[in-house]
């Protein structure tokens, strides 16, 4: 599966520093012919929010990353293709990802580099010289906890990193192998990843009703649905239930160690849709799976710690576990705990893989590591769903919602809050279920709050770009009140929804 299965033992390779030949040279500002975010765009619910938790960002500084990453990754696409054998990898820099990095064994490739948009760089060796390096690596390595555990290949200084807690003992090891010395540095670190799928409770999947994981992707293969996860999570042949404890699916593949994925099909009572939870009772679209670039924003969805985001470190990843080593993974800043494991890493609106492990916590903090979705897809032969393929409406949460309000809402006007006058009160902890439908090419937005002593806190949120939007929420008893919102546009809209 992974292309790291044709490595052999006897690779080796030897490790000192490395001398880096670099020429960075400015880009100059994108011409009137860039591509550029759509206008209008907005950002998925919920991730301007946790940007300002987990990267430590204003408002305004997490929309402008945003913006710049969807603006420069077709950029840094074409430039991959048009460099060919000459690409020595590519980074977001800045705390906004205002300046998009690509480096080139040519210097003769800095003019056409500059003028997509993007810094040049000059390095000594290519991204491709990189891999087989590492491929290296990876067959003397496996295996050896203490003596390099992580290694990646560090494209912003040129080389291979071995992240070890005894680097003597590293040392010693890639020296009796034959790789350039110059490729790789061992560099001491307290990291000891481990897998994240012990039980805690929470929503999920429970594998063999003994263990917990996350669900990553909606998938297809033919006429079957199921979901993508990690494959540490359970083997060929598992039996799955869904959060509720109800059966769910079960393992069709599943790959552990050397990579760490799976698919599970589930039974006709489960429709998988092509979202991923937000943590705050919303959703965010799955619209594709493009690969995000190093340096890029990536949040993390799963069913212990809900909601995290961070930026992609490296990518090219060899990890060891205790249970064996993992090769091909995708280092993040992102944090993680036991029960996060198989759960969806998304960029923006693309996917991007499914949780395998990682160190720390999402109390200190910690590093993480994902299995790239397109692996996984082309292994298995699967499809990802994406927002193309939404549920009809007829099946949708707003069917058959009982109650109904209707109201005109103007741009820049104040929030209108539904039942006008009035919160309604609930009693028992059960569904809340509410949908908007405003007038096409308006955005409007939805907002359900609950009323924490004196105050209102808002508990779910549905925020897209559409006229239309969706809320469906499990709370406790207590007072509820949903808010509308003008983004952009004025007119009409019907609100729909239904009470515990």
């Known amino acids: 599966m992974s292309r790291r299965h044709a490595v052999t033992a006897g690779c080796v390779l030897a490790i000192t520093a490395l001398t880096l030949m670099a020429v960075p040279v400015a880009a100059k500002p994108p011409s009137a012919g860039a591509e550029a975010a759509p206008a209008g765009w907005k950002p998925p619910p919920g991730m301007i929010a946790a940007f300002q938790r987990d990267l430590k960002l204003t408002a305004e500084q997490a929309q402008a990353r945003l913006i710049n990453e ?12 048009r460099l060919g054998a000459h690409f020595g990898g590519s980074w977001f820099a800045g705390t906004i990802a205002q300046t998009l990095v690509v480096a080139t064994t040519d210097p003769a490739d800095l003019p056409q580099i500059i003028a997509a948009g993007a810094q040049g760089e000059v390095v000594k060796r290519s991204y491709a010289e990189l891999d087989r390096a590492m491929n290296n690596l990876d067959g003397s390595l496996p295996g050896r906890l203490s003596g390099g555990a992580v290694r990646f290949v560090d494209v912003k200084n040129n080389r291979i990193i071995v992240l070890t807690t005894e680097p003597l003992e590293t040392e010693d090891l890639i020296q009796a192998s034959g790789v350039d010395s110059s490729v790789v540095r061992a560099v001491q670190s307290p990291e000891r990843p481990r897998l994240l799928d012990e039980v805690r409770g929470g929503n999920a999947y429970y594998v063999n009703t003994t263990s917990r994981c996350s669900v990553g992707f909606a998938v297809t293969r033919g006429s079957q649905n199921g979901f993508v996860s990690a494959g540490h999570c359970g083997k060929k042949g598992d039996a ?5 404890r109800a059966a769910q699916g079960v393992f069709q593949e599943s790959s552990f160690p050397v990579d760490d994925s799976a698919w599970i099909a589930v039974n006709a009572n489960w429709r998988l849709r092509p979202v991923v939870n937000n943590g705050s009772g919303g959703t965010v679209p799955v619209a594709g799976s493009r690969e995000a670039i190093e340096g890029a924003s990536v949040c993390r969805s799963g069913s212990t710690t809900d909601w995290q985001c961070g930026v992609i470190r ?3 990843a060899s990890v060891t576990y205790p249970q064996g080593t993992v090769f091909g993974v995708t280092r993040t800043s992102v944090c993680a705990e036991p029960g996060d494991s198989g759960g969806s890493f998304i960029s923006v609106d693309q996917a991007q893989g499914v949780t395998s492990g990682g160190s720390g916590d999402c109390v200190d903090g910690g590093i993480t590591y994902f299995q790239p979705i ?5 292994t ?4 990802l769903m994406t927002d193309g393929n939404a549920i009809p409406p007829d099946e949708s949460i707003c069917t058959g919602l009982p109650k109904n309000v209707t109201g005109v809402l103007s741009e820049g006007d104040q929030p209108v809050y539904e039942p006008a006058g009035q919160p309604y009160k609930t009693t028992v902890t059960g569904l809340h279920s509410g949908c908007l439908d405003a007038d096409s090419g308006i955005d409007f937005d939805l907002f359900l709050e609950k009323r924490v002593g004196s105050a209102w806190s808002t508990v779910a949120t549905s925020d897209s770009p559409n006229p239309d939007e969706k809320i469906s929420y499990t709370g406790t008893p207590g007072c509820y009140r949903y808010r509308v919102v003008s983004a952009s546009g004025s007119g009409s809209y019907k609100l729909t929804y239904k009470t515990p």
Do not use: M
């Not at 969807?70 to 293709?81: Q, T």
């Not at 799955?240 to 509720?244: A, C, L, Q, R």
């Not at 298995?380 to 499809?383: D, F, K, N, R, S």
């Open 240 to 244: 799955t239930t869904g959060f509720n």
């Open 314 to 316: 490296q990518r090219d």
């Open 70 to 81: 969807a603006r420069l990754a077709p950029v840094e696409a074409k430039l991959r293709s």
């Open 380 to 383: 298995y032969g699967l499809t």
């Open 374 to 378: 397109n692996e996984i897809l082309t």
